[in-house]
């Protein structure tokens, strides 16, 4: 069996101890300078206050201060941080790691840069390579994944990516249980854009639940499901289309990355209520200085993160901006604060 080092002790990192100690890896979980609390509790009763899980008694918590010694002759490291905690966690990495041992990434989020985006893990592997000077692989872990759920050991089926087909098969080889079930993928690029933009795209589906509750009362008490409907289609169609356009495989977006992780990730959370206030009327910036205030939203953290490339990439014709109009729409909302229009007549039947 292998020892697994997991840097960030959130939901997701932590609940990723449960498939690694179920099948007899020895697993050490490091906290981020965020997570000291949540430590403390692992250390004392095993209590995960977030996840709100006992995590197996085989687990060893680590505070991030010892974070070289968690890592000290594992096989692996698993990388639970958010996508504005990569820069900490890089340095961490460089900090120490002796030599290239493989990497997997729970961490959403694209690298952009003037008129492209970049993959994460990509972007972990150059920054190893031009700081530390050594070749590690690095690999990404994607799909439908509530954290409470695989915390309580529900069936997750999730898909591991990795430039090299026989890594990505090995490590879903070394997590497989009788209740978390991975996928070997090497479509890089479409795995990891699919990961990141379905928190974007689900502000727009959370917003038809915002929108209903400014309609007048239905005689009949209807929801406002059919619009959700219409925007979560939308939605798979343009992470196909962005997934085509930048190399990636377009049967992707209509797997588990895509359509599957955007669906779990509508069901709850911070970037649906993001888009219920949007549905109220309220701007982005009014959402973030009153009721989410303090709130993490990644879906958009990643919008304003790849604003400027996306609307570089549709001003040079690489992206089609007309085929892409709730991008363009959750764009303007979400860096110009503007209200979020969806643009039902110009949605793709």
């Given amino acids: 069996m292998s020892v697994a080092a997991i840097l960030g002790a959130g939901v997701m990192g932590s609940a990723m101890c449960m498939p690694l100690a179920d099948r007899g890896h020895t697993v050490r979980l490091t906290g981020t300078h965020l997570d000291e609390m949540i430590i403390e509790s692992v250390r004392a009763n095993g209590l995960h206050p977030k996840l709100n899980v006992t995590l197996p008694k085989q687990i060893a918590p680590f505070q991030h201060v010892a974070f070289a010694e968690a890592a000290s002759g594992a096989d692996l490291i698993v990388l639970g941080v958010s996508s504005a905690g990569i820069g900490w966690a890089i340095d961490r990495l460089c900090d120490v790691l002796p030599g290239p041992v493989p990497i997997l990434m729970i961490t959403k989020g694209m690298h952009p840069q003037t008129d492209t985006l970049h993959a994460l893990p990509d972007y972990v592997e150059r920054e190893l390579k031009r700081r530390r ?10 799909g439908p994944c509530i954290a409470g759920e695989l915390g309580a050991r529900r069936h997750t089926g999730t898909v591991i990516v990795s430039r090299d087909m026989s890594e990505a098969q090995r490590l879903a080889e070394m ?12 479509d890089m690029m479409g795995v990891e854009l699919n990961a990141a933009f379905k928190n974007f795209f689900a502000i727009a589906v959370g917003w038809a639940a915002g929108r209903l509750e400014t309609l007048p009362p239905a005689e009949n008490r209807a929801f406002n499901h059919n619009a959700a409907a219409i925007v979560f289609s939308q939605a798979i169609k343009e992470l196909a289309m962005l997934t085509r356009a930048l190399g990636g495989r377009e049967d992707t977006a209509y797997g588990m990355p895509g359509a599957g992780d955007l669906y779990v990730t509508c069901m709850a959370g911070r970037n649906s209520r993001l888009g219920n206030n949007l549905g109220r009327g309220l701007t982005y910036k009014q959402t973030k200085d009153g009721p989410m205030k303090g709130d993490t939203i990644e ?44 643009p039902f007549a110009r949605l793709h039947p």
């Fill in 133 to 142: 000077g050594f070749d590690a692989k690095v690999s990404a872990i994607a």
């Fill in 175 to 186: 997590l497989k249980t009788e209740y978390y079930h991975p996928r070997a993928s090497e």
């Fill in 299 to 342: 879906g958009a953290e990643l919008g304003a993160a790849v604003a400027v490339s996306l609307r570089s990439m549709m001003d040079s014709g690489l992206l089609k901006q007309e085929e892409l109009p709730l991008t363009v729409a959750l764009l303007d909302a979400l860096t110009r604060d503007a209200p979020l229009d969806i």
